[in-house]
């Protein structure tokens, strides 16, 4: 461990830490963050009693663009429709039903308190402050407890057929980081059973005109004029056109960022180019260090592997995480002489239990991974080395195997089409994989970008979540913002707006915008290295995870802004796209998207190195307590991190907005008791 | 350690919808029997880069069998030759070293080559359109709890909801009908009580539509639910014959 005089002895030796060391001398912008006045359970109910509103007439007469049709997205999309605005939706995929929200398994959380456990919008909205470690906007995350009621009546109208109870009431389930049963769900599929709800909701708007839906389209550039937003330039995926369109605001729903690690959960074309974007026009990126490592993935099988696949975190309510006691028994399991059940229970180390009595198994994603990492590194992981059981064997003997079979088949069957293996005679294996990603655009609380008429919702932007978000959240989040928070605060934005007449895409900004994009792809064209976008994605992939992934040292940071940039020298020098820029080119979709992710690499370094604590999943081992947990340093880091773009080679410019929490104390997490 | 096989590829290749297509012959050597299909597909592609040609152009978005997104007829199988998974779950340990798997894109009219093994599927979109949802505006749902649904209901209704849209069905399909696809939807609607005043209505429009672009008529073969990679069962299609006719009669 790395001590604070070395630490000091590092800076003074290595010149790219100078370079960074004295970032925060650059701050001089006040962030304005909007948070209404007033106790934090009356700032929702007092800001939409006094916002402005766009009366029906008027609405018809304003353009929104939304980009991304994922549950954020699409429900954002056809709730403005419903209230009347023009809406432009935009996706990537063949179809706005695709989006990546589709592979949320475990559930969505409210405060409904059905299960009568002594839940309520207070406690769900402590318990995410307090599992994102302090470092989310309390007003926020307060208004996402609120309206999380709304989201399941919502839903349930629209038709999610929801899991349910003999008498017919809704069933729950409990996650990580709760001690109430507040997680609703449908099956292993509750993303895919949310984002068809929205999806419908979607259809309905599309049927009536509302909403004109833009597949196999891409978003390249976000045009400003006069310092708003008023467009995006797009480029046609199938024909490989670039494409205009204007608006009176642009929205962005277009997930996280957590690719850049290559190897995640993330679908194939999950990427962060729009959020780069933004950040090149005047967007703040925020608390980037912040990305959620997911304890129970599949371990890695080979060099060929294109993605991880996610065991759904319900799967800890009844599974029990171990390694072998005995580091010899390890040893015997990785060199294939001996099986996980040959191992007695006394040899069975409960790490999770062990450590954290009060949650156990349910403890919080960032401290689920991290005790795996520590078992692993100290010797005891099984498989290639890189992996820990997770055994339904204690849960087949309580329940029986119909009752699991009946909560978990269906991940019981992926996991076995994937490994090979069967959870049902023999423990799971797995080990932590890039998930999610707290951080990212920066919003107020209209959830407005630092750019006027910029919005950016769901996963996307930086806000509810803090250093690290509890399970069943993402697709709460996501559906608050697009349900219900963003159709109000948009109306606020545009209720000046309703003179201003619908844009056309001849003017001169558009002409620079899309100048640009051309330029852009002309340059990567013209490369005509020897290496795929992939291969070169795989090597920012290691560098990220072996430098700027669970365990993070001043040191391993350092290095890592070398190496990215190594690879940033590779990408511009030897990538190499076949095919044409004017056609369908899926090669030159993976390099515009690596080109950015090498943007964002960069800045998930710098904000890792110059946030010197460890707090949710940003751990620096440099900062931990006698024990190994999470050492935070409120005094001087209890701030949201605010980067403004400067220029592509400049450093970038740290803002900060400080974190005031009223109505509830900060204290140190535990777990434990 | 694993093991690795060698595979003969014959390709579907084909510049655009009206351009004339063809087999084209691959061969790839070690490919890890622990990858996914598409992962030996990334292989190839990797390959032909390398060699400077155009890669093989599929679809695929989230290769964990959720999204729908990949779409492969493969050595004539939907998603091959497995039963009850997407293309992206399937895994090369199911060939034989030598083996020669040939893969075609989904072939029906309603669904027209865009590139290679990619097709547009926008139609399964313009049905949904016509009615797959409930009309209500956000912010108007009553507490969730208001109206209990039996659980063998709501299962049922899971059952359907299921579907990911895909195409598989009107792929396996002689007719090349959507018929499995639109009844999973009416289905899961008229199951559920949110579904109820608009039950008629739905069942006609969807099957407007769905005839209006071009899909074929259903025989009974049961070939879309033999394939169906969320194994979506035929009763789907008996219930919407049912809630057609039944649509029809109160006209």
């Known amino acids: ?673 | 350690m694993e093991k690795t096989i060698s595979v003969n590829l014959k390709i579907w290749r084909q510049r655009g919808p009206k351009a004339k297509g063809q087999f084209v012959n691959y061969r790839l050597e070690n490919v890890s029997t622990g990858s996914s299909f598409l992962e030996m597909l990334d292989m190839l592609n990797q390959q032909l880069v390398e060699k400077g040609e155009e890669p093989v152009v599929f679809d695929s978005d989230c290769r964990e069998g959720i999204c729908g997104m990949c779409s492969l007829y493969i050595n004539g199988h939907p998603h091959g030759p497995v039963q009850g998974i997407t293309t992206c779950q399937l895994h090369m340990r199911k060939f034989k070293n030598n083996d020669t798997i040939t893969i075609e894109p989904w072939r029906s009219a309603a669904f027209p080559v865009i590139r290679d093994l990619m097709v547009d599927r926008n139609a399964f979109d313009k049905i949904q359109q016509a009615g797959g949802y409930t009309s209500f505006n956000c912010g108007a749902a009553p507490d969730a709890n208001a109206t209990p649904i039996s659980k063998e209901v709501a299962d049922i209704a899971m059952d359907s909801a299921t579907c990911i849209g895909c195409g598989a069905c009107v792929a396996a399909c002689k007719n090349g009908s959507a018929m499995l696809f639109v009844s999973a939807k009416v289905s899961q609607f008229a199951l559920l009580p949110q579904g109820q005043v608009e039950r008629a209505r739905r069942a006609r429009a969807m099957v407007k539509k769905m005839d209006e672009l071009g899909f074929g008529n259903c025989t009974n073969t049961g070939a879309c639910a033999a394939e169906c990679p969320k194994n979506i069962p035929l009763s789907n299609i008996a219930r919407l014959n049912r809630e057609f006719i039944k649509a029809k009669l109160k006209d």
């Not at chain 1, 939409?48 to 766009?54: D, E, G, I, R």
């Not at chain 1, 962005?252 to 957590?258: I, P, Q, R, S």
């Open chain 1, 1 to 673: 461990m790395a001590t604070k005089q070395n630490i000091e002895g590092m800076i003074d030796s290595t010149p790219i830490m100078k370079d960074y060391a004295d970032i925060e001398s650059a701050a001089t912008t006040a962030i304005d963050s909007k948070i209404p006045e007033g106790p934090v359970a009356e700032k929702w109910t007092n800001y939409k009693a006094h916002q402005k509103l766009v009366n029906p007439a008027n609405k018809r007469n304003l353009d929104i663009i939304v980009v991304g049709t994922g549950l954020a997205g699409a429900s954002a999309a056809s709730t403005l429709g419903e209230m009347g605005f023009n809406v432009l939706n935009f996706c990537i995929q063949d179809s706005p039903r695709r989006a990546h929200s589709i592979a949320a398994q475990g559930g969505i959380n409210a405060a409904k308190n059905y299960q009568n456990d002594g839940d309520s919008v207070y406690r769900l909205f402590y318990d995410t402050v307090k599992g994102g470690d302090f470092r989310s906007r309390e007003a926020n995350v307060y208004r996402l407890a609120e309206v999380s009621n709304n989201i399941i009546d919502q839903c349930v109208q629209q038709g999610v057929p929801f899991a349910r109870e003999y008498g017919g009431t809704l069933a729950n389930r409990s996650f990580g980081g709760a001690q109430v049963s507040r997680t609703f769900y449908a099956k292993g599929q509750t993303g895919q059973q949310l984002l068809l709800g929205a999806y419908a909701s979607l259809n309905r708007q599309i049927n009536k005109g509302t909403v004109k839906s833009y597949n196999r389209r891409e978003m390249l550039d976000v045009v400003i004029i006069d310092g708003r937003a008023r467009g995006i330039i797009v480029r046609n995926l199938v024909t490989g056109e670039i494409e205009r369109y204007a608006a009176h605001a642009v929205v962005l729903a277009t997930g996280g960022y957590g690719r850049a690690f290559f190897l995640s959960t993330n679908a194939m074309g999950c990427n962060g180019s729009a959020a780069i974007q933004a950040f090149k026009k005047g967007a703040y990126l925020s608390n980037l260090a912040f990305t959620q490592i997911h304890p129970t993935c599949i371990p890695v099988h080979g060099e060929d592997q294109s993605k991880l696949t996610l065991m759904s975190e319900s799967l800890r309510n009844d599974g029990r995480i171990w390694v072998p006691k005995k580091k010899e028994d390890a040893e015997a399991i990785r060199a294939g002489k001996m099986k996980p059940t040959d191992i007695p229970d006394e040899d069975r180390d409960f790490y999770l239990e062990r450590r954290y009595p009060a949650f156990g198994n349910l403890c919080p994603r960032d401290i689920a991974s991290r005790a795996a990492k520590e078992r692993c590194d100290a010797g005891y992981g099984v498989g290639t080395g890189n992996a820990v059981y997770l055994d339904f064997k204690y849960a087949i003997q309580r329940l029986g195997e119909d009752v699991v079979r009946d909560r978990y088949g269906n991940l019981f069957e992926m996991y076995e089409m994937i490994s090979d293996d069967n959870p049902y005679e023999t423990p799971m294996m797995i080990f932590p994989a890039s998930h999610y990603t707290m951080g990212g655009i920066w919003v107020d609380y209209e959830l407005q970008t630092s750019v006027k008429g910029l919005f950016a919702i769901g996963e996307c932007n930086f806000s509810d979540h803090g250093a690290n978000r509890l399970g069943a959240s993402a697709l709460m989040q996501g559906l608050a913002d697009g349900y219900f928070v963003l159709p109000y605060t948009m109306q606020n934005y545009l209720s000046d707006q309703i003179k201003v007449p619908h844009f056309t895409t001849d003017a001169p900004e558009f002409d620079k915008a899309e100048a640009d994009v051309r330029a852009r792809i002309e340059r990567l064209m013209n490369i005509k290295g020897t290496k795929s976008p992939d291969e070169i994605h795989k090597h920012l992939g290691h560098v990220m995870w072996d430098l700027v992934g669970m365990g993070r040292t001043l040191q391993s940071l350092v290095n890592a802004l070398d190496a990215v940039e190594e690879v940033r020298k590779e990408f511009y020098s030897d990538l190499r796209i076949v095919g044409k820029a004017d056609d369908l080119n899926t090669e030159l979709e993976k390099a515009l998207r690596l080109e950015d992710f090498l943007v964002m690499a960069k800045m998930m370094a710098i904000d890792a190195l110059h946030r010197n604590e460890s707090c949710g999943a940003h751990f620096r081992e440099e900062y931990q307590t006698a024990d190994g947990e999470a050492a935070r340093n409120d005094e001087e880091y209890m701030y949201v991190s605010c980067w403004k773009y400067t220029g592509d080679d400049e450093k970038p410019v740290l803002l900060k907005e400080p974190l005031k929490y009223e109505a509830i104390q900060v204290q140190t997490r535990n777990y434990k008791s």
